[in-house]
């Protein structure tokens, strides 16, 4: 057994996982933990699988990642990248020179294609304005005739109304008072959705939710892993996040559930859109116990 692989044996230790639950915390084989633990790393893929178990089994022990590295940096293989050789590397040079050579005529022929294009919307532009010019409007008396003959027609309707009778308007503004239409009775207000915390103890944190409306979980996360279980223990959600990606879970008819997070930094949990905090800030896997009360 190698130091780091102790070092990271006696944390689990610590924290009372065994292997199988440290597998279902990081979705790591057995086998490569416990190959891990002993430093025997030949059944491992590669260099990079290797470093990235390491690491992903030190944030679920609570371990600094980065001291980890650099203590024991002579237990963890190096990947093959660091040592690329530099015959490749020349290879790679020459042809992205030619490719920027290629590439070089293309902005000339740009701005070639641009110029002709703005030469030819000008020339269009001139014709356009030419023949509107050149185009004499015809008839223009016979135009002016008709409005003088429509506009001593509208000034004879506006006298016709002002002369009729006022008993007519009178008769228009008499209308009979609408009846009071009658109120609805206001429907009852929903009950507000409301979360207390009941106090953390280690890494679990009880809550408490007073609501009767539809309760939908939302878990948003950059990389973790998230079990979900209702009072029976029975698994309702296992899976792993990654990407910020999101995940959504209806717990509408559930009086009593708790959501295990593997790594909490750079995790959100809100419930109908609002954000729970979790009760330790100091700890990288947490539990959240939800006790929901429907009020009458």
Same mark, same amino acid.
Do not use: C
């Given at each position: ?5 102790? +070092? ?9 996982y065994? @292997?199988? !639950? ?26 990079? /699988? ?11 022990v609570? @371990?600094n ?28 040079? +020459?042809? &992205? ?51 003088? #003959?429509? @506009?001593?027609?509208? %000034? ?6 002002? !002369? ?9 503004? #008499? !209308? ?16 507000? @959705? ?12 009880? /809550? ?12 948003n996360? %950059? ?13 309702l959600?296992?899976?792993?996040? &990654? ?11 559930l009086?009593?559930? +708790?959501?295990? #997070? ?15 905090d979790?009760?330790?800030? %100091? ?7 939800? !006790? #929901?009360?429907?009020?009458?």
């Amino acid at each position: 057994m190698t130091e780091l692989g102790n +070092r990271l044996k006696e944390a689990r230790e610590a924290k009372g996982y065994s @292997l199988e !639950e440290l597998q279902g915390l990081t979705k790591i084989q057995k086998r490569y933990l416990q190959g891990i633990e002993e430093g025997d790393y030949s059944m491992m893929p590669g260099a990079f /699988y290797i470093r990235a178990f390491i690491k992903q089994y030190a944030e679920a022990v609570n @371990l600094n990642v980065d001291e980890l590295f650099e203590n024991y940096a002579s237990d963890i293989p190096k990947n093959q990248d660091d040592h690329m050789p530099t015959q490749l590397s020349r290879v790679k040079t +020459r042809g &992205s020179k030619n490719t920027s050579t290629a590439f070089r005529f293309i902005p000339t022929a740009v701005m070639a294609v641009f110029v002709v294009g703005i030469v030819a919307l000008a020339y269009v532009l001139v014709q356009s304005f030419m023949s509107a010019d050149g185009d004499e409007p015809q008839g223009n008396e016979e135009v002016q005739q008709e409005e003088a #003959v429509s @506009l001593d027609q509208s %000034d004879d309707t506006e006298q016709a109304v002002e !002369e009729e009778p006022a008993e007519e308007t009178a008769e228009e503004d #008499v !209308e009979e008072e609408p009846a009071e239409a009658e109120e609805e009775p206001a429907e009852p207000e929903t009950p507000a @959705l409301e979360i207390e915390n009941a106090g953390t103890e280690g890494d679990t944190t009880n /809550y408490q939710i007073s609501s009767s409306e539809e309760l939908t979980v939302t878990i948003n996360s %950059d990389s973790t892993w998230v079990g979900i279980t209702d009072q029976s223990g029975n698994q309702l959600v296992d899976q792993m996040l &990654s990407g910020s990606e999101e995940l959504t879970f209806d717990a509408t008819d559930l009086n009593w559930f +708790r959501i295990r #997070v593997g790594s909490a930094p750079g995790t959100t949990v809100s419930i109908n859109g609002e954000q729970v905090d979790f009760g330790a800030t %100091d700890i990288i896997t947490q539990n959240m116990i939800f !006790e #929901v009360q429907n009020p009458s």
